[in-house]
């Protein structure tokens, strides 16, 4: 969005913040999954309960076995739930009621299927952290109280959802389900013709192709005021305006170039003593508007706590890429994220990563028209982040694994800058006037126009250029 956009979004009511972040169907996790029954030797099978036949929403109630003889890592094992949308528009949320395990190591996001069939288009996948521990052999999680509704609250019709059993009151094995464990189907039966195979799978040949306009950069700069940069197309951001808190500034000398592994970074510093004058936030930016279709890729670190100060604050890290509105609800505006909030905002508790790609809006009154992915776990550390573009969807990619797939709708109609910034929602998080900062690094940023290339064949691609020791390339054509 533009900047004064991210700042309605920002500081908005709740209802229209829930607009905004609800508005369309997550999409997250492997592509579908091949028919099948469970292994034969053996390892998970799952049990499903209907907690409600009802109309306001859907509680698939599962308990996940271990049939195996070694005990399992919960954080290895994914579920999928299948079922028809209301509406091609429609967008869902989910919810843990209550889970033996704890709703807090259990996750919950939506994909949409290759291959629609009459009784399912879309999936919630199932998944655990690492606080979920192990399953040992024979042992089951126990309950899991599911549940999904429509992110607009109207009425959803389970009876022509593929996995949905009105019968089954009481916990059962059921095919119609499926799990994973460790990305290989163990169990149940996935709607016909969804089978793992993927054009963008990441075991997908690593040779990267050679022939695409590419924009690279390893970020090898000695400060923010280093001629090199402009040079290089980048805009480090010192003008006022949003998004964030009113009253913080943009603060180029906070954006440094340390070591790291080996090779200098990107360091993104925002910190502030708990009011908007002593706020500052940082932003890079690419000058030119010139970036489409194709292959875009940036190791980013996360952090869940400052590196100095108490913790807390409503912050938002990210990797995006964006154009101007050129007015309310215009239809040409275009706009793909990466945000992590690792103190949670937007009225979310804790830690969250969304992956959102945006048709238009209104700032004001607030009306948005985009679809996201969401992941409630933490993401502190290093990642790959992969975006592809290509004339049909919208796929994000986190370390290799496919992250969520968005619809055709919100293609981009044109050009756009590639951005990285750091930024405080509110200053509810945090109430202290003590000062912390935070930091956001990345590590490389790739784009290569106009094609599609899987995660391993970016690692392949950036390695590549490390190897005949290129730190930068630009030869995309202006728009």
């Not at 076995?65 to 739930?81: H, I, Q, W």
């Not at 996360?302 to 409503?314: C, V, Y």
């Not at 945090?430 to 490389?444: G, H, L, M, P, W």
Request: hydrophobic share 35%.
């Amino acid at each position: 969005m533009t900047r004064k956009a991210r700042t309605t979004r920002a500081t908005g009511t709740r209802t229209a913040l829930a607009c905004a972040l609800a508005a369309g169907l997550g999409c997250a996790g492997l592509v579908a999954l091949p028919s099948g029954a469970a292994a034969a030797d053996g390892g998970l099978s799952v049990q499903y309960h209907a907690g409600s036949t009802g109309s306001d929403q859907a509680e698939p109630w599962l308990k996940v076995k271990n049939t195996g003889s070694a005990s399992v890592p919960l954080s290895g094992v994914k579920v999928r739930y299948y079922f028809k949308s209301d509406a091609a528009s429609a967008g869902y949320r989910f919810a843990c009621s209550w889970a033996v395990k704890g709703c807090s190591n259990v996750t919950g996001t939506f994909g949409t299927l290759e291959h629609p069939t009459a009784t399912a288009d879309r999936y919630l996948e199932v998944g655990f952290t690492s606080g979920a521990g192990s399953l040992a052999a024979g042992a089951d999680t126990g309950d899991l109280q599911l549940r999904f509704y429509r992110a607009d609250w109207q009425a959803l019709n389970q009876a022509d959802d593929y996995s949905f059993g009105a019968a089954q009151s009481a916990y059962a094995n059921w095919s119609k389900v499926t799990a994973q464990l460790d990305g290989a189907l163990v169990w149940g039966t996935a709607p016909e013709g969804n089978d793992p195979t993927d054009p963008t799978d990441p075991t997908d040949p690593t040779d990267p192709p050679g022939d695409g306009a590419t924009l690279f950069d390893d970020f090898s700069y000695t400060a923010y005021n280093d001629p090199k940069i402009a040079a290089n197309g980048w805009s480090v951001r010192s003008n006022s305006g949003g998004p964030g808190v009113p009253g913080a500034t943009w603060a180029p000398e906070n954006v440094t170039f340390p070591s790291s592994g080996g090779n200098t970074v990107m360091n993104l510093e925002t910190s502030s003593a708990g009011t908007g004058e002593s706020t500052k936030q940082t932003e890079v930016l690419t000058k030119a508007l010139k970036f489409k279709n194709g292959t875009y890729a940036a190791r980013v670190r996360f952090s869940d706590a400052p590196k100095s100060g108490p913790d807390g604050d409503h912050l938002v890290q990210t990797f995006f890429t964006i154009n101007d509105l050129k007015a309310p609800m215009a239809d040409d505006y275009s706009e793909y994220d990466f945000e992590y909030l690792p103190n949670g905002g937007w009225g979310e508790p804790s830690n969250i990563l969304y992956t959102t790609s945006w048709e238009t809006y209104n700032p004001d009154p607030w009306q948005a028209v985009n679809q996201h992915t969401e992941g409630r776990q933490s993401y502190d550390g290093w990642h790959d982040l992969v975006l592809t573009i290509d004339n049909n969807s919208i796929r994000y990619y986190i370390d290799g694994q496919l992250f969520g797939t968005h619809d055709a709708a919100y293609l981009p109609e044109r050009p756009m800058s590639i951005n990285f910034n750091q930024w405080l929602i509110d200053l509810a998080g945090q109430t202290s006037t003590t000062a912390r900062a935070y930091d956001e690094q990345v590590d490389y940023v790739l784009h290569v126009k106009d094609q599609v290339l899987t995660p391993a064949q970016v690692a392949a691609k950036v390695s590549a250029y490390r190897t005949a020791g290129t730190t930068f390339e630009d030869t995309v054509p202006s728009a």
